[in-house]
């Protein structure tokens, strides 16, 4: 048990669908992350928020729209992806305070591929 | 900015075997250097974080790792491999004030062969 949680765990979804990830944290910390984790290649740092602000978002194509209500839950909107979206997207949380880094905690992840 | 390059994608050994993971990191100041176990179809799991304080970390399973800044490595072994420590694994760094960001390497494949 990790203490963070992803929904679903698999998705398949076509070029013209809506749908979304959720990601939910059991452990109090204040960041929650979105990473694309795609074979071969190292783990992709899509979005951070912190304190419920986003923080970070590393050059993320516009259809993918991360949302956070609040300190435990994340989400990530995904709309007319492409194939080469197809990946293991990986939801992680920590605690930040003054930017120090503290280690990150991560989900099982959502296998999304994209027919 | 700071990075880490991971040597050899797959690495195999034997049951029993000594596990030698290598890592080396590129940063402008002191770094903060973890090292992450991935299973198949799970999420990454912290396996040991240096932060500045002793410079070799034990982590959990019995792996452990040792900061050489004059190397600028940071190596992961465990004494003995087991079937279970089949998986990938991932170096990462980070630093104070960087916003709680952490650059992984590409991963290093273990096999445990009996």
């Known amino acids: 048990e990790t203490g963070v949680t992803q929904t679903p765990r698999h998705l398949v979804m076509g070029m013209t669908n809506k749908k979304s990830l959720k990601c939910e944290q059991h452990l109090g910390h204040n960041a929650m992350y979105w990473y694309k984790q795609s074979a071969k290649k190292p783990l992709e740092l899509m979005f951070v928020y912190s304190l419920e602000e986003r923080v970070e978002n590393n050059s993320v194509p516009s259809r993918f729209s991360p949302e956070c209500p609040n300190s435990s839950h994340l989400f990530l909107h995904l709309h007319t992806l492409q194939p080469e979206d197809s990946a293991l997207y990986l939801c992680?949380?920590?605690?930040?305070?003054?930017?120090?880094?503290?280690?990150?905690?991560f989900g099982p992840g959502t296998r999304l591929t994209v027919t | 900015a700071q990075s880490v390059t991971q040597l050899g994608s797959h690495v195999s050994v034997s049951e029993g075997a000594l596990v030698l993971l290598r890592c080396n990191y590129s940063s402008s100041v002191p770094p903060y250097l973890f090292w992450y176990v991935q299973y198949p179809n799970q999420g990454l799991q912290l396996l040991l974080k240096y932060t500045s304080a002793a410079t070799l970390v034990k982590g959990i399973n019995g792996f452990e790792a040792e900061f050489k800044k004059s190397e600028t490595s940071f190596h992961l072994t465990k004494p003995s491999a087991h079937m279970s420590d089949a998986a990938e694994y991932f170096c990462a760094v980070s630093v104070s004030g960087g916003g709680n960001k952490l650059t992984f390497g590409t991963g290093t494949q273990l096999k445990v062969e009996l």
């Open positions: 992680a949380s920590s605690q930040e305070f003054l930017g120090e880094p503290y280690e990150q905690y």
